[in-house]
């Protein structure tokens, strides 16, 4: 690995560092102003939402423009998010365009280890990508969490007072969202030096219309393709498990654990704790050739959480949910790396990620559902606990059983 892939480590680790401090900045600003409760859930579905409608769109800016650019591009997007919640703009739109960066974001920051790195150092490379996003997540919430809290806040706001300026900046909320900005600054520099690389797959139009109907070409390509369909089918439901998982662990904590919900959101680090151990192991372990032989871990994971169930013991729950994480990171890697390769031998690196994106955040709305209406009809976390991990394993093994022995990846 050169100084450019460090380079590409650096500002997405900045980038990411940011969206996830900025998530809880932008919740303690709604309590600011004093919003209902709801308005919670729907700042980060307005987050999500772009992933979605711009799935179309995304993929083929991202393989338009070299990937460098298409990143500063979208940070720069996503500083505008922050400065419109500092100028009062309504948290829910300004978040949403930060969703809208991050969205165009995505295809490029993955798209480029594709056409940066030979086949053979994609798993490696994700599993520093993964970990990396990771720690940032980790140290985004104990960033905002210093950020937000009155004692510091009080201490940094006096000395942010600048003599015969208002710079504007009078509250803890607005103090985060500023470093925050800062953040993606930093991230938007090191995105200058990021090396400038042929474009592959330029899209021969740039009308919204035919870029729907590429889109949809490129969503049937990938899932008709026997590895593309596995590889997409496992990261679709990873991600849609692992935004289900949080809950569930939040509530699964204050019932067998009695924990409150700041010791439960603590708690919910250790999976990403173990996603970033298993990503380490994935990439010592795993080729890309052999990706597919990663399915059982999924199946395992699967099972795992349905050892959650009689857990009582702090110490056993870490220990418990660090594995569930790092069986996560073990097989998600290898799957990434995979869909990365068939969908830039297929289409393009940019649009096959924005069909995952696309995937994947559906996958979210859809299980968050599911876990909405057991909660609604009123069953037992312990019940939901048993069908997420049955149903989990389930579509796992059946994966398995189909492309269990799938391993033509086209690298010969």
Request: charged content about 10%.
């Amino acid at each position: 690995m050169n100084r450019g892939f460090y380079t590409i480590l650096a500002a997405q680790f900045f980038s990411a560092l940011a969206d996830n401090a900025l998530l809880f900045a932008a919740i303690a600003l709604l309590k600011q102003e004093n919003a209902p409760g709801w308005h919670t859930p729907v700042l980060q579905q307005s987050f999500i939402i772009s992933f979605i409608v711009l799935a179309p769109f995304v993929g083929a800016f991202a393989d338009s423009l070299p990937k460098g650019r298409v990143m500063f591009i979208s940070n720069a997007i996503k500083m505008l998010g922050c400065l419109a919640m500092l100028f009062g703009v309504d948290p829910l739109f300004a978040y949403g365009l930060v969703g809208f960066g991050a969205a165009a974001y995505s295809p490029a920051k993955y798209g480029i280890l594709t056409e940066y790195l030979p086949p053979e150092k994609l798993v490696l490379a994700n599993s520093w990508m993964e970990g990396l996003t990771v720690a940032a997540i980790i140290l985004g919430a104990v960033l905002s969490g210093i950020l937000i809290s009155p004692s510091i806040a009080d201490a940094m706001l006096h000395w942010w007072d600048v003599p015969f300026i208002d710079t504007g900046i009078d509250t803890a909320p607005e103090l985060a969202i500023t470093i925050v900005l800062g953040l993606y600054l930093v991230a938007a520099i090191f995105n200058l030096y990021i090396p400038t690389l042929p474009i592959d797959h330029k899209p021969f139009r740039r009308n919204p219309v035919f870029l729907i109907k590429e889109f949809a070409h490129c969503f049937k390509l990938l899932w008709k393709d026997p590895l593309g369909q596995v590889s997409l089918a496992v990261t679709t439901l990873f991600w849609g498990a692992g935004a289900t998982l949080r809950l569930l662990v939040l509530t699964w904590a204050a019932v067998a654990l009695h924990y409150d919900m700041s010791s439960a959101a603590k708690l919910t680090a250790w999976v990403a704790v173990g996603i970033a151990i298993g990503a380490i192991l994935a990439a010592r372990m795993v080729k890309l050739d052999h990706a597919v032989k990663v399915l059982p871990v999924g199946i395992g994971m699967g099972l795992l959480v349905l050892v959650m169930t009689p857990v009582t013991s702090p110490l056993l729950a870490t220990l418990l949910l660090i594995g569930i994480g790092a069986m996560g990171g073990f097989f998600v890697v290898p799957m990434n790396a995979l869909l990365q390769h068939r969908g830039h031998l297929l289409m393009g690196a940019g649009s096959s990620i924005a069909v995952q994106n696309f995937n994947e955040n559906i996958s979210i709305f859809l299980m968050l559902g599911i876990y909405a209406l057991m909660a609604k009809l009123d069953f037992s976390i312990y019940t939901i606990n048993i069908v997420f991990g049955l149903l989990m394993a389930g579509i796992m093994s059946l994966l398995y059983k189909k492309h269990g022995h799938d391993q033509d990846t086209g690298l010969t």
